[in-house]
Structures are given as C-alpha cells and as structure tokens.
C-alpha cells in the first residue's frame, strides 16, 4: 500500500500532512518555498489552465473574475442556501444552480468539488514530489457540523481528483487525536474550532487511546470570512460618506478586503493598526482602527459561537465546569476577543501551544497512519452532528436516528401500503432538529418498489446506515421474500454518479499531467541515487585501474544526466540513465570480482566497501 | 423475536464463514478469529451477552461498550476483505445503536415492551397522571399567562413574578418526575427477579404492563418539564 496522507481542506487554507515512520509523529509536508499552507484559491488563466494556492490569491487582485476563493462555503448546497452572501462573495453563478451551484470561471464552469479537486490534486502533486511516489488514498478532514450532503461533495471532490478518500474525519476530532498523542491524556476535552469559514465545538471524552465524542455542535456558515465581509462592509461606509463614491469593482473589493485582513492579523498582536486604501480619483481613505473598536464590531460574531457551545455541553451531558482542558483550532483562533469569550465561557485558559492552523491535518494524518497500518492503540468514535428523519403525514418529521448518535449507526424503519396495489412507496429523508421537514434539510427522496399487493399486506424493510465518514446509505428489504431490493437515491442537493464519473473522465487530462509529474519524479529520484553511486564507485581504489577513455566515458555520461535532470523530460532523463548504466558496466563488474574474491577469501562483502 | 430471555446462551450451530468451524452467538471464530455475521433476530441485550434484565450497571456496560467498539469498528477492518469490512460496519452500527438504546433507562425498558410485544414502536401514550390533573391545569394557566404577558409587552415586573411561579412549579414536576423515575427503577428489580425465576406469562405480563403504565406518565411528565424549560429559556 502506497502511503496514505491527511488532508485538512479549508475555507481559507489547506495542507496535507503525514505520519513520519521513524518517529511515529504526523508533519504537515512543505512546498518549494517550505510553506506548509496552500491558499485554497483557485484561477483560471488565459491559456486555459488552473492556477492553484499563492499564485492563485495573488490574482485575486489582478483576475478577480478568473479566480474563487472560500468555496468550501458552496459544497454541498444550492442556489437558494447563498444568496445572501453571493452579493458578497463576487462568485458568478451560472444557470442550473439550483441543486449544485455551478460557478462561471473565465469561460468554463465548475462546480464546487470540481474546484476543490483542484486544490487537493495541488496537494496530492505536493505529497507525490516529496514521497517520490505516486499517492492514491487519503483522509480528508470536514467541519463536525457539515449534513450529509456537504461531505458527500467532499468526497466526490477527493474522486475527482484522483484520491480514494478512505475516511472523513470531523476537524475538531482530528484536531484531538494531534492534540492527545503527545501525551496519554484523559478526560473531557472541548475542541472550540473556528475557522476561515465554519465554527465546531465538540465534546470528547479521552480514556486510555480512546477519543469518544460526546457532542458536536456548531454553525457552517461562521468565521474568519464573517469578520472579514464585515470590516469590508464597514470599510465600504466610511469611504461612502468621506468620499460619495462607492467600491464595487472586483480588483479594488479584492484589494480593500485584504488590506483588512493584514489589519486584522495585525490586532491579535498589536493594539492599534493603520488602513490606507487609494479611493480612485478621489484619494486616500486612512485611518486608525485600535483593538477595542475593532472588536466591539466582531463581537456579535463572536458571540455567535457561544450557543452552539452550551448546546453542544448540554447534550454531552457536562457543565462547563466539568470540562479539563480546552483546545482552539483555526485561525480565528488567534483573536485576542475569541480568546477572551472561550475562557469567560468555559471557565478555564484554553491551550493554544498547538499551531491552529496545522493541527487538523496533523490529527488527519494520524488517522490516515491508523487506517493504513492498523494500529490499534488509538480509536476515534464520532458523531452524526444532525438527526436524520423522514417525512411522515403532513409534512412532519419522524426521527429515526438523534443527532450525537455514535457512527456507524443504523435505522429500521417497515413500510406498507395504504390502497390496494400501490406498487410504490415514496420516501423522504432528512436532516435536522425542527418538527417540519419544510425547516429540515432535504438530503434525498426515492420510491420503495413494491409488487401489487391487498392494502398493508406488503412489508418492506427499509435500513438506514450512516457509516463512520456520517454519510447516509439507504437499502430496501422484501421481508415476504427476503429479497433485497436496489434503492435508488436521488440526491436534493450535489452530483449523481453519473456526474462524478463524467468529472473524473474530465479531469484525465489533469491526471496525464500527473503521470508525468509522477514519472518525473521516479526518473529524478532513480538519476540521484544512480549518480551517488557511480561517485562512489568512481572513488574506490579499483576504479584506479580505469582505462582513461572509460573513465571520460563515465565523466560524460554523468554530466548529460545531470543536464537531463535538469529538464521537465522524463524520457529524456530515463534515456540519459541507460547511457550511464552502460557506461558504468565494466566499473561495475570490476568492483563486483572484488567483492566475489573478497566473499572467497571469507571476508563480508561490505568490509571491501563495495 | 423469540420468548427466551437470553439469546447469548441459544445453541444456533452456524458454522464459521471462513473456516467452518462452529461459531454460537460470538462477534468472532473462536478458532480463526474472524468476524462473524450477525446473528439473525439477535436483540440489543444478546449483542452485548446480557440476558433481558433492566437493572444495568451503566458502568459495566459502558466498558463492555469500550471493549467491542476497539473490535468492531471499521477502523480494525481498513486492509480486510470486502466483505468483512461490510459485516464490520453493520455490527458496528449495530453495537452502537443497542449502546444508546440501553444505556438510557427509558429507552430500554421502552425497547424491552416492544422486544416482549407489550409496547409498537415509537408508541407513546401521553397521560396525564389523575391525581396531578389540577396541578397540570394550573401550569398550563401560568405557561398562558406568560405568553400573553410576553405578547402585550407587559412591564418586567409581571413577567419575572410569571416567571417565579413557572419555575417553582417546574421544581415541583421534576420531583414529581424523579419519583416516577423511583418507581420505574424499583420495577427494574421485580422484573429481574422475575427473569431468574423464570415464571408463567402471566406474572411477567403483569409487570410489563405496570411498567407501561409508569412510562406513559413518564412521558407525559418529560414533556411538561420540557414545555416549561423551552417557554423560560425563551
């Protein structure tokens, strides 16, 4: 089995981490430049091609209608779900948006999974250069509160890109394996997780490697994304009422929305920043935003965290004086205010030595290390966040498996019918905790086939499974014939199969590209060690016996490898290779007799330093 | 659903899928290890090798909880065959759904009637204690008073002294619930002495229906206190 990666995919960042085998201890994997966050902003440049990360956010400024960001708001809904904050956001949509939104990027149109395959396939090339192997399976990381329908665009998206998501694992619980495997720890832990774009809050008990989730609770539309619109807004009506103009051009929204967010960085550590923003022709918008005004504006966002917490305690049972530590994850995090609030609530410091944007991935890659090599120190027992229902007679909500129930957890539910020869029964699902299913989430509607039959005479069982990912899988039993009958979901909101399928065949031009990336990446490895060891070779006391047109030969053959590393061609740099494999032959069958005379006389081949 | 009162023990004779050697009620082969498929009609209390008895020690069975959940979990079946990792999941589903039925003294004994046939699933009969009907009336009033007081924007005074007699009468329901609550556990007992014992139908048919009986004040209790919670928290 190829190696398994962590994937922690976030509004504003993401990375991917794995579980290092000498020391058993999981590290987040750095590009190039050793930046270990990849910017989740994804662009489209003339030519046609993705650009993806820093590359990618720098264009927001330049190509702001060629380039998304936080589009992990958009996995999993609808049109209708973002309306309101689409006046925010400059994503164009395009028609058909109404149970998957597709946004119009340059002259293609994608959907959210499709975009952020793009940035796990950014991910997943980062991880395949540093291995020097290709990576196939990975665990990537979903808000604890994201409904059904949201993680199954998460794993569509992992399916697109070319990656076998082989577990979702909830951020605030990956966060707590990270956090847990440093020391044994026990006890009830809360892991307050704010993010770029969604709030988690959940309970867990920690007892001897097992890490049981009492409660999760929280809000995925709340975070560093809220705070940022609403200083831009802010922002807006100050240069309104100086200047009577107004900033609505895409590349000065861009500009004024991250010269507030450098301000706002600015205040968890400073107490008062400076905003200068070039009105065009009408001048120069300053002015100083000192800490305390700063979060008398973010304090009702703030505030919106703290009823999912006292939800979330009351259902795991647990005042929160009974909480023993307290654990921040996400950037947001990192504000003084949200510190502030976390310790008045809870009654207690939060630990914040964790780097709060790398913990997540860090835990993901733990759970890919458990999957992948079956340890068995260390289980993970999670929760679905939301109840799952169906509708019953007008439009109520019967609930057939409570929210905080641990996954995997399953559901019987027997259906007859109520007229004679009703050959269909048509069933509902739905998340949430309202009584109507008008309040509830929709997540899918099919129709139980059912042979012609008197009036309640047919009995067929329906089981509802959310497996350990807290996706929904629905089967159908005749318990007249014990027949197993096929069941055919349609999802309310996200892709068919069909669609997915048709996104992976899209992408397979993407995939040569990584083939090649592969290939590359195999060719240059092979290169390296094959010229450490003719260095070597070269170095040894027999290599003194070369005749000097060989030893040119070699000298040779080793720079034009070097050239051909150099290079994009992995053809080039296998072809290269076989020229210095020849070249090297009879150096290498000379060093060979050595070893086999050295062998005869009784001595160990590597004491000749072969 | 079977009339015995202990599957755990029942001689099924099925043989092991992988090896063929004779497997009884247990989760895995007792000669090779593995897992094995459910047992069909196997209820919650099998599942955990418990006989139906209803005074549970919630600790013993949280830790028996512990012990098949490190198991079961699809976590230990990642590298597996297919289909063990099918039947890991579906027992795992199945541990999990008998640990929050049974670790919750209602759900159980609610489980327990409908298991012996005594209670349809989901089936819940509000009713309302006799000897409380006047109290009953009285919160109602108040819970009316209030929402109209809230409606017509009456001063704070009026509200909190509403509030006052709501929450005093909440106390007072709770106690009410809490000795219900006595009355179910004492129950509990009777009907495990009744399992050993192991009598005719009709004494254990008898104590069902009490039990029923108390659920359905149970119940009808719970959702007042809840009522009165959600109107004062609003």
Redesign the interface.
């Known amino acids: 089995?190829g190696q398994i990666v962590g994937i922690d995919l976030g509004t504003t960042y993401s990375l991917v981490a794995y579980v290092e085998k000498t020391t058993g201890r999981p590290v987040c994997i750095a590009d190039e430049a050793g930046r270990t966050l990849l910017p989740s902003v994804v662009s489209l440049d003339a030519g046609g091609s993705f650009v993806v990360g820093w590359p990618a956010r720098e264009r927001l400024l330049t190509q702001p209608e060629r380039t998304v960001y936080s589009v992990k708001r958009l996995m999993g809904k609808g049109l209708a779900d973002v309306e309101d904050e689409l006046k925010l956001f400059h994503w164009r949509v395009a028609p058909g948006s109404d149970s998957v939104i597709r946004i119009a990027l340059g002259e293609k149109v994608l959907t959210p999974p499709e975009i952020s395959a793009l940035i796990l396939r950014e991910l997943k090339q980062r991880a395949e250069k540093f291995f020097g192997e290709e990576v196939t399976q990975a665990v990537i990381t979903v808000p604890a509160y994201f409904n059904d329908g949201q993680r199954q665009a998460t794993k569509d998206a992992g399916r697109i890109a070319g990656l076998e998501v082989?577990r979702l694992v909830n951020e605030p619980t990956a966060a707590s394996l990270a956090y847990g495997l440093d020391q044994r720890r026990e006890g009830v832990v809360a892991v307050y997780d704010f993010g770029g774009g969604t709030f988690d809050i959940s309970i867990l008990k920690l007892?001897e490697g097992?890490f049981?989730v009492q409660a999760t609770n929280g809000d995925t539309h709340l975070g560093g994304d809220d705070i940022d619109d609403l200083l831009l807004e802010q922002a807006r009506a100050e240069i309104r009422a100086r200047f009577q103009t107004d900033i609505t051009a895409a590349e000065q929204v861009q500009d004024l929305r991250q010269r507030l967010i450098a301000a706002k960085h600015e205040l968890s550590s400073a107490e008062q920043t400076a905003i200068r923003f070039a009105v065009p022709g009408k001048g120069s918008y300053e002015r100083v935003l000192g800490r305390a005004e700063f979060e008398s504006w973010i304090a009702p966002i703030v505030a919106r965290t703290i009823g999912p917490c006292k939800l979330a305690l009351k259902d795991a049972g647990v005042k929160p004086e009974e909480i023993d530590e307290v654990v921040l994850v996400g950037g947001s995090t990192r504000l003084p205010l949200v510190r502030r609030r976390v310790e008045e609530f809870f009654g207690r410091r939060p630990h914040t030595e964790l780097n709060p944007d790398e913990v997540v991935a860090l835990g993901a890659a733990v759970q890919a290390d458990?999957?992948?090599t079956?340890v068995?120190d260390m289980?993970?027992?999670d929760v679905t966040p939301l109840s799952l229902g169906i509708e019953t007679i007008g439009g109520a909500v019967?609930k057939i498996i409570?929210r905080n129930?641990?996954?995997?957890?399953?559901?019987t539910e027997l259906f007859t019918t109520s007229v004679d020869n009703q050959t269909g029964v048509d069933i509902h699902v739905v998340q949430g905790e309202r009584e109507l299913v008008q309040d509830c989430r929709s997540l899918a509607r099919f129709t139980l086939k059912i042979p012609p039959q008197p009036a309640g005479l047919p009995r067929v069982e329906v089981k509802f499974?959310?497996?350990?990912n807290g996706i929904l899988s629905v089967t159908a039993r005749d318990l007249r014939t014990g027949e197993q009958q096929s069941v055919e979901v349609k999802p309310s909101y996200g892709l068919t199969d069909e669609e997915v399928e048709r996104m992976i065949l899209e992408s397979i031009e993407y995939a040569e590209a990584d083939f090649q990336q592969v290939q590359l990446i195999a060719a240059r490895t092979e290169g390296e060690n094959l010229l450490r060891a003719t260095q070597k070779a070269l170095a040894e006391e027999q290599a003194k016996q070369l005749a000097r047109e060989e030893r040119e030969r070699i000298e040779r053959a080793v720079a034009e490898v070097k050239e051909a590393m150099a290079t994009q061609d992995y053809k080039l740099i296998r072809e290269r290779l076989e020229e210095l494999n020849q070249a090297t032959y009879h150096l290498a069958e000379m060093l060979m007799d050595t070893a086999v005379q050295a062998a005869l006389k009784g001595k160990r081949a590597d004491e000749v330093n072969l | 659903m079977t009339e015995s009162t202990a599957d755990a023990g029942a001689t099924t004779g099925r043989a092991c899928w992988d090896c063929g050697a004779v497997v009884e009620g247990e989760h895995f082969c007792p000669s090779c290890g593995k897992i094995q498929p459910p047992l069909p009609g196997q209820d919650y209390f099998a599942f955990f090798g418990l006989p139906r008895k209803l005074a549970l020690d919630a600790k013993q069975l949280e830790q028996k909880f512990h012990q098949l959940s490190w198991k079961l979990h699809p976590d230990n079946f990642s590298t597996a065959s297919a289909y063990e990792r099918d039947l890991s999941l579906e027992k795992a589903a199945v541990l999990n759904d008998a640990y929050r039925t049974l670790r919750e003294p209602v759900a159980r004994v609610e489980y327990l009637l409908e298991l012996e046939g005594i209670r349809r699933e989901g089936e819940i009969k509000q009713q309302a204690p006799p000897d409380l009907l006047e109290e009953v009336f009285e919160l109602n009033e108040y819970l009316e008073e209030l929402r109209a007081a809230r409606r017509a924007g009456s001063d704070s005074r009026e509200v909190d002294d509403l509030r006052h007699r709501l929450e005093a009468a909440r106390r007072e329901f709770e106690g009410k619930l809490e000795a219900v609550d006595a009355e179910l556990s004492a129950c509990f007992e009777k009907w495990d002495a009744l399992v050993d014992s192991n009598p005719a139908g009709a004494a254990r048919k008898q104590t069902m229906e009490q039990m029923s009986e108390i659920l359905n004040r149970h119940s009808y209790l719970r959702n007042l206190v809840r009522n009165v919670t959600e109107e004062l928290e609003a």
């Open positions: 089995m082989l007892k097992l049981e458990i999957l992948a079956g068995k289980l993970l027992l019967a409570p129930s641990t996954i995997p957890a399953s559901a499974l959310i497996d350990a």
